[in-house]
């Protein structure tokens, strides 16, 4: 019995070294071909690309409109909580082809966008209007609107800012269930 279970110990051990032994030679040379990118890498004769990598293209300038904006951020001060506060950020096409805004979206729920919505021929103005309500809002505030367009980069950011104090109703109001 002693001599059945000392033979299968010892073939039990002898796969286990052959098993590690090849993952051993596996590990090996996985590590081996990390080294040959690394060394590629540091010689600068990298040739690879990755599998994710897209290929792009330089954006031809006179398919591009150029946003020039007076100014890209509105310090509206300090206002009460519930005032609504409106800017309008006018630009100047800049670009070699008419600028079309595809899309603004607004940073949150208490600010809406309005925009030239026709295309803004080179050297014309156009204009972003931006209103913030400040209903429900208290502290530092700095809203923004993102740009999408036909411009170099794609994306431009507006950004209002500036303080709500709480109205006169919040300041000595519970907060939370009133408990009697």
């Known amino acids: 019995m002693k001599a ?3 033979s299968v110990a010892a073939l039990a051990l002898m796969i286990a070294l052959g098993t590690s032994c090849s993952q051993k030679n596996d ?3 996985k590590i081996q071909a990390l080294e040959d990118k690394i060394a590629q890498l540091e ?3 990298s040739s690879i ?3 994710n990598a897209q290929t792009t293209q330089t954006a ?3 398919t591009l409109g150029a946003f020039e904006f007076a100014e890209m951020e509105y310090n509206f001060g300090t206002i009460k909580e519930g005032e609504v506060i409106e800017h309008i950020f006018n630009f100047t096409n800049n670009g070699q082809a008419p600028l ?3 899309n603004i979206t607004a940073s ?3 600010t809406s966008p309005d925009w030239t919505k026709t295309p ?3 050297g014309e103005k156009g204009f972003v209007k931006v209103v913030f309500n400040s209903t429900a809002k208290s502290g530092a505030q700095a809203p923004t609107v993102t740009i999408q367009a036909n411009t170099n980069p794609t994306v431009t950011r507006l950004q209002m800012k500036g303080t709500v104090t709480p109205g006169a109703g919040a300041a000595g109001a519970p907060v939370g269930p009133v408990k009697r």
Do not use: R
């Open 4 to 6: 059945k279970l000392l």
């Open 27 to 29: 590990q090996d040379a």
């Open 43 to 45: 010689a600068g004769s």
């Open 49 to 51: 690309t990755p599998v």
């Open 60 to 62: 031809d300038p006179s």
């Open 100 to 102: 079309v805004i595809s």
């Open 108 to 110: 949150c729920g208490c």
């Open 120 to 122: 803004v021929n080179p």
